[in-house]
């Protein structure tokens, strides 16, 4: 299943800033970054409950996370416009 994963984190200290590189980095370990903030898994429900787990255990107190379920048939959902170009979601990821 696709899930889009968005975060804000308060980066005023360089707590907040040693976080939002943190949950970047773990946010790349499952998915693709499709936008500064935005990433997207596609994961079973078991790894996405692990992710979830992890990213709010790093949250702090004025950070955000929001967790969109695209489902398994998520490829009509999706529309895409700009500079980048898009990608497989299923396929390799390119470094």
Not at 33 to 49: G, K, L, P, Y
Not at 76 to 81: D, N, T, V
């Amino acid at each position: 299943m696709l899930t889009v994963i968005t975060y804000d984190v308060n980066t005023e200290t360089a707590e907040g800033r040693r976080r939002l590189r943190k949950v970047a980095r773990h946010c790349v370990n499952y998915g693709q970054r499709v936008q500064n903030s935005v990433f997207e898994c596609v994961a079973d429900a078991a790894t996405m409950v692990k992710i979830k787990a992890d990213l709010i255990a790093m949250m702090g107190e004025d950070d955000s996370l929001r967790f969109y379920d695209l489902g398994n048939n998520y490829a009509g959902k999706i529309e895409h416009y700009g500079s980048h170009e898009t990608y497989e979601a299923e396929g390799f990821l390119s470094l």
